[in-house]
């Protein structure tokens, strides 16, 4: 995944903050508190995680969202000072608050700040003084995905949204069908994923419409999750922001 600079809110400068990590020294860390569960594991995120604080978090609104950070030899010699780029998947709750703005990477994504050999010595530290920016998520020829809740049923559906272009994250969804009359919106249930009762004799395949939160773009995804969809199951549009 490569990142953009992003002028005006999603842009700025580097500003101060913090990071430690957590999961194994090579993990991916998770996508649990966003609902984005194992796909943290593979391309186009490839590990390269963090679980944020509440002001990064925001209530599950900054999931999908894209930071570069990095670490400086000013303030410790094991930097390698390039910026890495991280999505936010997960939560850092509790203490990781006593700071204003704390990344608690993977494994994975926390030795990559530091020289070409040293991420072992690195992640012995445990926990350093960063340098983070919010970049563009810029995710090549990789449409939305919906990864479908476990605990939807004919009447309710649920799903995680990811891979979102550009802002990453999601300030509206919606969903429509051939006899839904119209979209139906849905509401944020928790991290990326959002939900929908669906009315008696609505039926899939369904169509689902994206907005962003900073740029209020809109991507939608005709027939996406087809009638017969599976709970677990993640579903690759062929459009993005």
Not at 108 to 123: E, V, W, Y
Request: overall charge neutral.
């Amino acid at each position: 995944m490569a990142s953009q600079i992003i002028n005006g809110t999603l842009g700025g400068g580097f500003s101060a903050g913090v990071a430690t990590w957590y999961d194994s020294p090579t993990g991916p860390g998770s996508g649990g508190a966003c609902g984005f569960e194992n796909d943290v594991a593979y391309a186009p995120y490839n590990g390269m995680t963090a679980a944020g604080n509440r002001n990064i978090f925001q209530s599950g609104k900054g999931c999908g969202v894209c930071y570069q950070v990095k670490c400086t030899k000013a303030t410790n010699s094991l930097c390698s000072e390039n910026p890495v780029t991280v999505t936010v998947t997960n939560e850092c709750p509790g203490t990781c608050n006593n700071e204003a703005f704390h990344f608690d990477l993977s494994g994975i994504a926390f030795g990559a700040l530091a020289n070409p050999g040293q991420a072992d010595p690195m992640r012995k530290l445990g926990r350093i003084d960063i340098e983070y920016q919010r970049v563009q998520c810029t995710y090549s020829n990789i449409g939305i995905q919906f990864k479908i809740d476990k605990g939807s049923n004919v009447n309710y559906l649920a799903f995680a949204i990811e891979f979102v272009n550009g802002d990453g994250d999601i300030g509206s969804a919606a969903i429509s069908s051939s006899n839904s009359n119209g979209w139906l919106s849905m509401k944020q249930s928790w991290g990326a994923t959002w939900s929908v009762g669906i009315p008696e004799g609505v039926s899939g395949p369904y169509s689902v419409k994206v907005t962003t939160i900073e740029s209020q773009k809109t991507a939608i995804a005709n027939n996406v999750i087809p009638a017969n969809w599976s709970k677990g199951q993640n579903y690759r549009s062929n459009v993005n922001v």
